[in-house]
Every structure is written in C-alpha cells, then in structure tokens.
C-alpha cells in the first residue's frame, strides 16, 4: 500500500530532474560539489513536499539558505489529518434557584385574640340601672402563660360602673388555650348607646390586648333602655330557688351529649346561658332571663338538672316561657320535670308557639312537701323551628 502511495512521489522527482537537467554543467564542465548539494536538496525538496501532501502535515520550520532555497533545520515529522468530531447536542443542565428562607417573626410574650362574646353581643339593649355580666371568650395567642397575676382592666370609654381591675383565672392559660373574662357592670341610667375598652394586664404591670401587636382592646357596647322590671318577689313571697342563680350548678345536655353552661346564643348543639333584658315576642323587655335554645336539628331538645332541694310549705314555681321577639313561625314544648330516686315525674308541659304572648308558669309542690329531688327544666322542639331561642322569664321556686 505504501509502494502505491509512494509510486506519483518518484514519478515527480524524475520530472524535477529531467527540468532542471538545463542547468546541469556540460559535458566539458565537471559539476562541483556544491552544486551536486545543491540539486540533491532540491529534489528532496519536492520529494518531501509531495509527501506532506499525501501522509499529513509536517512539523517543523524551515530556514532559508542563501540562493533561496529553503532548508529544514529540524526533523520532520508528520502528523495524519485529525477528523473532525460531529457536534453534539446535549443541553447544558439548569439550576432551579433556591428562594431565601424567610426569618422567622417572633410570638410576643403577652397577647390576646378574642374569640366570642359569650354574653352580651354589640347593641344588646339592657334596661336602665340593670346590673349585667359580660363575658369575652379570649385565647392566648402569645408565648406567656397567663397566671392568677393577671387581671382585665378597664382603659377607657364608659366604665359602666365596672371595676377598674379584676382577676380573671385562678389557674393557668398557657399558649393556645383559651378562657372566659368576664365583668360586672351596670347599665347606666340615661338611655343611649355606651361602649367601654377594656385590656389585660400581666404581672409587671404591662396592659396588652387583641390584635398582631396586642394593642387593641376588646369592649362592650351596649344600649341603655327603659325596660320592664323582672317579676320579684313581692312581699308576700320569699326566694327559695333562683334557677338563672344556679344554672352554672346544673348539668346540661341535648340528646346525646353533655353542654356547658354560658355558650355563645348561636352553638349548634344547644345553649344554657343567663341573658339579660331581652325583647320578649309579647314586645317586653325582660331584665333576666334564663335562655336554653335545643340543639339544631328536627326535634332537637335541651335537659337541664339542676341540684337536689327540699320542698317545703306553700313552694310554688313560677315563670314566664316564650320566644324572643322575631321569632317567625316556631313551636317548642317546655316542661318541667323531677327526679326522686329513680323516678322521673312530668309535673308540667306548656305547648308555646310564635304568637305574640308568654305562656304563665305556676307549679303548685305542696304535694311534695318534704321531698328531696332534683328538678328538670326540659325544651324539645317541634320539626325544625325559624328560631330557636327559647327562654325562661325569672323562673324559681318561691313561697
């Protein structure tokens, strides 16, 4: 193979020798050495050249002579032609960008959030004179257990005869849990709209409040109006038993589970709760009132029983039962019942609908003179009333 290669390479070297063959010395001229050098280089020359041109390319640097014919001044060396590679088409890799971490906000130690008002919402009207509690459900948002140290304090607006400090737990609230505040207050005796701001208070002595930066207060705001007085007593009769008193002593249930005595007006599965001048559906308004609305479902119902007492001579239960006023097309059955040992009696039943009137209540228990039970105060509602709240008028045991 090389021989074939080589075969046009000699063949160009003859030519070069024939065509410089004019230059050659005559037959009288005897060439000189130098001149022999000179042609033999030449055709090495042309020689090495062809060979480039076959095999690669050459590396080396040739150096020109005097005469100008070009000598090698270091090995040759031939290099075969590189291939070129095919370009390829593999994506260069992307980085997804990291976003920052966000620092993080620090909880404060004290602050609140309030959650509900379990009595006494925005507007309530109450009457004139009228004492009244009122109770915010709150929960400690901060970082801080709330302690027996702390108290709700009044900052401003209108006290409404409240007090200006008050402790509001005897344990603990740790962050996350949540509890009842509640105050005091009096209605005041000119009517109109008041409102007062009220805050908390940790045991430096620091107020903090509601909001992100506990600096905003929870209130009360209410409507002072002429009302018409609860039935009392008269001088005639003497209070054995308050059951608005004793409500928080009662256990209370709807069908299937136990409820807890002071929940917001609206829970879905019943309410036990002591309101006060509320606009009854005769158009009155009443200065205390015992409100069990039954749980929220078709035929819903809500049990009260209330501590054990002795029936004594001339006891008598009286109340008013009915709607709050706005009470659409509702029907309810309040009873009355006892619990003697195993016993259950029905000592009373009052069918009420919404029809712009109080049903009377008067129980005469001189039949159980001497007897020890526990009394049921029960409302069970007929289909799914428009409304639900239902409401005792000042009912107790009096003779």
Known sequence: MFLKKMRPIIFLAGIVLLLTA???????????????????????????????????TPIGVASPIPGGVATSTAPMVIVPTATPL???????????????????????????????????????????????VKIWRLKNSGSCTWTSGYAVVF???????????????????????????????????????????WRLRNTAGALFGIGNNADQSFWVQIKSVASTPTPSPTSAYTLSFDFIARGPDASWKNATNNLPWGDP????????????????????TYGSLLATYPQHISDGKIIGIYPAYTIQNNDHLRAKVGFKYDCGSSSVKFQIKYIEGSSEVTVGEWLENCEGGLSPVDVNL??????????????????TPNVWSTLWVSPRIER
Not at 98 to 104: D, K, L, Q, R
Not at 265 to 284: F, Q
Request: aromatic share 6%.
């Open 86 to 132: 095919a370009p390829t088409n593999t994506p260069l890799p992307t980085f997804t960008p990291v976003p920052p971490t966000a620092t993080p906000i620090p909880i404060p130690c004290d602050r609140a959030q309030f959650i509900s008002d379990v009595t006494i919402p925005d507007n309530t009207e109450i009457g004139a004179g009228t004492t009244f």
């Open 366 to 383: 001189s039949a159980l003179v001497g007897h020890t039970v526990q009394f049921e105060l029960v409302v069970v509602a007929i289909g």
């Open 265 to 284: 007006p609206d829970d879905y599965p019943g309410v036990a709760v002591n309101l006060v001048n509320i606009k009854m559906e005769d158009g009155k």
């Open 155 to 197: 900052y401003n607006g209108d006290a409404m005869s409240g007090p200006s400090s008050a402790s509001f737990t005897t344990g603990t609230v740790p962050p996350g849990s949540t509890v009842d505040v509640s105050v005091s207050l009096i209605a005041p005796i000119n009517p109109g709209t008041y409102r007062g701001n």
């Open 22 to 56: 004019c230059n050659f010395p005559s037959a009288d001229e005897e060439p000189t050495a130098d001149q022999w050098a000179v042609y033999t280089e030449a055709a090495l020359t042309v020689v090495a050249q062809q060979t480039q041109a076959v095999l690669g």
